[in-house]
């Protein structure tokens, strides 16, 4: 009974948009802190593994949520910033799962015959690094005619902090390493941090831009599946699922009505939970589909 009115309570507050503004409010009270503590750890062009990733990719997202908070929509829009977020309601129902930071040996592999059970197509954003050094992993990935393969940049900088002759290369290096990639052709950025220059660039060559509805907060969730106060509060976890990685992603989308889901490959949680997600989905009504939909491609830029 308490989850169900906690449900319907978060259902209500994203429609309304106030659950962004009190997400905002209650950041701020820890942004410094963890500002403090992420930094340490942050090497730009440098692919992080493990703990180091997760603070990275925490770190960025405070940080956007500060920029939002701090500067006027139009000075953002104006910037190019976070094209990656999506406005647009998803298509009822509909779920695209999509993973990132791979390949990864072992777990892509996993992800893979998962989805090969439950004939599930998904999408794979690539880091051009990883995928020179697993180039059969990616071929493994595109063999199945199931999926998409996108790029991720070559290392996973924060395209707002590095210059714009370095941001093409990064979209290049990957797009040299991903040649075979699928079509059509799709980049996300990483942390979903976008310029405007990139976004030119990306759109001369032929991309579309690929945001996210719904963040598993896999990162965040720790391997048996719990959040932290503070972890929670980042991620906009609800106390109910504190303790309950599953029941955050279903959650979130059930908010969403269904949407662009973003995991992550290198995640434990991703790979010992992703089972059970898909079939709670499947239960409650949910169909998988492909961001080479027409209904999602008018989600992308
Ligand atoms: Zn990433």
Same mark, same amino acid.
Not at 196 to 225: M, P, Q
Not at 226 to 235: G, H, Q, R, T, Y
Not at 260 to 289: W, Y
């Given at each position: 009974?308490?989850?169900?009115?906690?449900f319907?309570? $978060?259902k209500?507050?994203l429609? @309304?948009k106030?659950?962004f503004?009190?997400? !905002?409010?209650?950041?701020?009270?820890v942004?410094s802190?963890?500002? /403090?503590?992420?930094e340490?750890?942050?090497a730009?062009?440098?692919l992080?593994?493990?703990?180091?990733?997760?603070a990275a990719?925490?770190?960025?997202r405070?940080?956007?949520?500060?920029d +939002?908070?701090?500067?006027e929509?139009s000075?953002?829009?104006?910037r190019?910033r976070y094209?990656?977020?999506?406005?647009?309601?998803a298509p009822l129902h509909?779920?695209?799962?999509s !993973?990132d930071?791979?390949?990864e040996?072992?777990?892509?592999?996993?992800?893979?015959?998962?989805?090969?059970r439950y004939k599930?197509s998904?999408?794979?954003f690539?880091?051009g690094?990883k995928?020179?050094?697993? *180039?059969n992993?990616?071929?493994?990935?595109?063999k199945?005619g199931?999926h998409l393969?996108?790029n991720?940049s070559?290392s996973? *900088? @924060? !395209?707002?902090?590095?210059?714009v002759q370095?941001?093409a290369?990064q979209?290049?290096?990957? +797009?040299?390493?991903?040649?075979?990639?699928?079509?059509?052709?799709?980049?996300?950025?990483?942390?979903g941090?976008?310029s405007c220059?990139?976004?030119?660039?990306?759109k001369t060559?032929g991309?579309?831009?690929?945001g996210?509805?719904v963040d598993?907060?896999d990162w965040?969730?720790?391997?048996?599946?719990?959040? @932290?106060?503070k972890?929670?509060?980042?991620?906009g976890?609800?106390?109910?699922?504190? @303790?309950?990685y599953?029941?955050?992603?279903?959650?979130?989308?059930e908010?969403h009505r269904?949407?662009i889901v973003?995991?992550?490959?290198?995640h *434990?949680?991703?790979i010992?939970q992703?089972?059970?997600?898909?079939?709670?989905?499947?239960?409650?009504? !949910?169909?998988f589909?492909?961001l080479?939909d027409? /209904?999602f491609?008018?989600? $992308?830029?």
């Amino acid at each position: 009974m308490h989850l169900k009115f906690c449900f319907e309570k $978060m259902k209500l507050a994203l429609k @309304n948009k106030t659950f962004f503004l009190f997400s !905002f409010l209650l950041l701020f009270t820890v942004t410094s802190h963890v500002h /403090a503590d992420a930094e340490t750890v942050i090497a730009p062009l440098q692919l992080h593994s493990g703990a180091e990733h997760n603070a990275a990719i925490r770190f960025h997202r405070l940080e956007r949520l500060k920029d +939002r908070v701090n500067s006027e929509p139009s000075e953002l829009a104006k910037r190019c910033r976070y094209v990656s977020d999506i406005a647009a309601p998803a298509p009822l129902h509909q779920v695209v799962l999509s !993973f990132d930071d791979g390949p990864e040996p072992i777990q892509t592999e996993l992800i893979l015959q998962l989805l090969e059970r439950y004939k599930i197509s998904a999408s794979f954003f690539m880091i051009g690094e990883k995928a020179k050094r697993h *180039p059969n992993l990616v071929q493994e990935v595109l063999k199945s005619g199931r999926h998409l393969v996108g790029n991720h940049s070559w290392s996973h *900088p @924060n !395209f707002h902090t590095i210059a714009v002759q370095e941001q093409a290369h990064q979209v290049n290096a990957a +797009r040299a390493v991903l040649v075979n990639a699928s079509e059509p052709k799709l980049f996300r950025y990483p942390y979903g941090n976008s310029s405007c220059e990139s976004n030119a660039l990306l759109k001369t060559e032929g991309y579309k831009i690929v945001g996210w509805h719904v963040d598993s907060c896999d990162w965040a969730f720790d391997r048996h599946g719990s959040v @932290n106060d503070k972890e929670a509060l980042e991620c906009g976890v609800l106390q109910p699922f504190k @303790n309950d990685y599953v029941g955050h992603v279903l959650a979130t989308i059930e908010a969403h009505r269904g949407g662009i889901v973003l995991m992550h490959e290198t995640h *434990p949680n991703t790979i010992a939970q992703l089972e059970t997600i898909i079939k709670a989905l499947i239960d409650r009504g !949910f169909a998988f589909g492909a961001l080479s939909d027409t /209904a999602f491609q008018q989600l $992308m830029h």
